[in-house]
């Protein structure tokens, strides 16, 4: 009977406009396999791609894992449809990894309701339950965005800039993601605490390369160049050099001092050709840790609520040729 159910909701999704890329294959008591609906943010940047690539090779099927996937396209909706699909074909696990912090009690009460366990990872959900989710695993935002803005008090120190006037532009990831939430407050707190600097705009690049290059270019054609631009993200980051390319702007060493969270390849080799001048390092990594919870959960164990994933600043004269090679992403 679950086959049918399961073949109907599928038929029923593809009919009605919908398309059903998370159907399990094979029901509940006819395989051994662990089930699990990963509902991802989206593929908005570099760093989401490898992050979706860790949870596809950890959770595989040689690993004893089902992998069902939705992409959300960075909308919410899109996030309880794919939650409330997973529930209904009766997951064993479901990972879901939020876009924004709030609303979501609802629907991991469904879940919860349904048995499933639910681990959330990267981005946090603001709920008063913490039961609500079985573990966490990300990154410290707040402190590595601490210590960029530290590296950048003493870059313009050892500059000498301390009194003159420091214009900052502020790129900001999507509105309301703890990524963007933490690392907005740390420059804030920065800017509070050193009078010389100003944030001169706070832009909404939603963490693409397209969104930030956009505003950038608005930006600078009514305004004066920035002394640094501080960039929620790399591929936002790569918006502003884009911009600045084309408005003939020179920025790294001798020109705006770029500062960029990620630190994926591609923004590592800009790095170490001195066109990035800070790369705070962001580890997407989470698929092993995420195997690690779901097996110790097969076990009978209780997993560690929130585990973080470890991370670095890089600057040009930490990045060799063969640290370059030795990234996985
Ligand atoms: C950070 C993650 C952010 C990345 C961006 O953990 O949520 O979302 O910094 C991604 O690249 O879009």
């Given at each position: 009977?679950?086959?049918?159910?399961?073949?109907?909701?599928?038929?029923?999704?593809?009919?009605?406009?919908?398309?059903?890329?998370?159907?399990?294959?094979?029901?509940?008591?006819?395989?051994?396999?662990?089930t699990?609906?990963?509902?991802?943010?989206?593929?908005?940047?570099?760093?989401?791609?490898?992050?979706t690539e860790?949870?596809?090779?950890?959770?595989?099927?040689?690993?004893?894992?089902?992998?069902?996937?939705?992409?959300?396209?960075?909308?919410?909706?899109?996030?309880?449809?794919?939650?409330?699909?997973?529930?209904?074909q009766?997951?064993?696990?479901?990972?879901?990894?939020?876009?924004?912090?709030?609303?979501?009690?609802?629907?991991?009460?469904?879940?919860?309701?349904?048995?499933?366990?639910?681990?959330?990872?990267?981005?946090?959900?603001?709920?008063?339950?913490?039961?609500l989710?079985?573990?966490w695993?990300g990154?410290?935002?707040?402190?590595?965005?601490?210590?960029?803005?530290?590296?950048?008090?003493?870059?313009?120190?050892?500059?000498?800039?301390?009194?003159?006037?420091?214009?900052?532009?502020?790129l900001?990831?999507?509105?309301?993601s703890?990524?963007?939430?933490?690392?907005?407050?740390?420059?804030?707190?920065?800017?509070?605490?050193?009078?010389?600097w100003?944030?001169a705009?706070?832009?909404?690049?939603?963490?693409?390369?397209?969104?930030?290059?956009?505003?950038?270019?608005?930006?600078l054609?009514?305004?004066?160049?920035?002394?640094?631009?501080?960039?929620?993200?790399?591929?936002?980051?790569?918006?502003?050099?884009?911009?600045?390319?084309?408005?003939?702007?020179?920025?790294?060493?001798?020109?705006?001092?770029?500062?960029?969270?990620?630190?994926?390849?591609?923004?590592?080799?800009y790095?170490?050709?001195?066109?990035?001048?800070?790369?705070?390092?962001?580890?997407?990594l989470?698929?092993?840790?995420?195997?690690?919870?779901?097996?110790?959960?097969?076990?009978?164990?209780?997993?560690?609520?929130?585990?973080?994933?470890?991370?670095?600043?890089?600057?040009?004269?930490?990045?060799?040729?063969?640290?370059?090679?030795?990234?996985?992403y």
């Amino acid at each position: 009977m679950k086959r049918l159910t399961l073949i109907f909701c599928a038929l029923a999704l593809l009919l009605l406009g919908g398309c059903a890329p998370y159907v399990r294959q094979t029901p509940e008591e006819e395989t051994t396999l662990i089930t699990v609906g990963f509902s991802q943010v989206g593929a908005e940047s570099d760093w989401r791609v490898a992050n979706t690539e860790s949870m596809r090779e950890s959770l595989s099927e040689e690993n004893g894992f089902e992998l069902l996937f939705d992409n959300a396209r960075q909308k919410q909706e899109n996030q309880f449809k794919a939650i409330r699909t997973f529930i209904q074909q009766d997951v064993d696990y479901i990972v879901l990894a939020p876009v924004t912090e709030t609303g979501w009690e609802s629907v991991l009460e469904e879940a919860r309701a349904a048995n499933i366990p639910v681990i959330i990872v990267d981005r946090q959900v603001e709920v008063n339950d913490t039961t609500l989710f079985t573990s966490w695993v990300g990154s410290d935002f707040r402190k590595t965005a601490d210590e960029a803005v530290a590296w950048l008090a003493e870059a313009l120190d050892a500059r000498a800039e301390t009194d003159t006037d420091v214009q900052i532009l502020h790129l900001q990831g999507t509105p309301g993601s703890t990524a963007q939430l933490q690392r907005s407050a740390a420059l804030e707190a920065g800017a509070f605490k050193h009078q010389s600097w100003t944030i001169a705009a706070q832009l909404n690049g939603d963490f693409t390369q397209a969104k930030a290059y956009e505003e950038t270019r608005a930006y600078l054609a009514n305004n004066p160049v920035p002394d640094v631009v501080y960039c929620e993200n790399d591929n936002m980051c790569f918006g502003v050099m884009q911009a600045m390319d084309e408005l003939g702007i020179a920025y790294g060493e001798g020109g705006v001092t770029l500062i960029t969270f990620d630190a994926v390849h591609r923004a590592l080799s800009y790095c170490k050709d001195g066109k990035i001048d800070l790369c705070a390092e962001c580890n997407p990594l989470h698929g092993p840790r995420v195997r690690a919870i779901i097996e110790q959960l097969e076990r009978g164990e209780t997993p560690e609520k929130r585990s973080y994933l470890s991370e670095q600043l890089f600057m040009k004269d930490r990045i060799t040729d063969e640290l370059l090679e030795s990234r996985i992403y």
